[in-house]
């Protein structure tokens, strides 16, 4: 028991699995393994928008607006484009973070 009175339950799988790596113990096969939906995660869809090339200067776009899209309706569509567009592809975020992104609309 753990001082807060839980059980050391995966202390006790560690030190068995250590056991019996170092040949001390010969434990049952595993009988099935949980899946861990976190680890399999799906990847995004790919985005369904305009890729025509905009040949135009920066100035004749203006004003560029800046949405926060983190936990809004838009971020499906924000983790396909990194996912397609990015070269480190998606990867689910840990801890806190930001995404924000822009779009031209005529």
């Known amino acids: 028991?753990?001082?807060?009175?839980?059980?050391?339950?995966m202390?006790?799988?560690?030190?068995?699995?250590?056991l019996e790596r170092?040949?001390?113990?010969?434990?049952?096969?595993v009988r099935s393994k949980n899946p861990n939906p976190l680890a399999r995660r799906r990847k995004p869809?790919?985005?369904q928008?305009?890729?025509?090339?905009?040949r135009a200067n920066l100035s004749a776009i203006r004003p560029l607006e800046f949405?926060?899209?983190?936990?809004?309706?838009?971020?499906?569509?924000?983790?396909?484009?990194?996912e397609h567009y990015h070269f480190l592809g998606y990867t689910q975020p840990?801890?806190?973070?930001?995404?924000?992104?822009t779009s031209l609309t005529a």
Request: charged share 15%; net charge negative; glycine share 8%.
């Open 67 to 82: 949405r926060l899209v983190r936990r809004t309706a838009e971020e499906p569509l924000f983790n396909g484009l990194l």
């Open 94 to 101: 840990v801890g806190p973070v930001t995404f924000c992104y």
């Open 22 to 29: 170092a040949g001390h113990i010969v434990l049952p096969p």
């Open 49 to 54: 928008i305009d890729t025509t090339p905009l």
């Open 1 to 9: 028991m753990q001082s807060n009175g839980a059980l050391c339950e």
């Open 45 to 47: 869809d790919p985005p």
């Open 11 to 18: 202390i006790c799988r560690g030190l068995m699995l250590e």
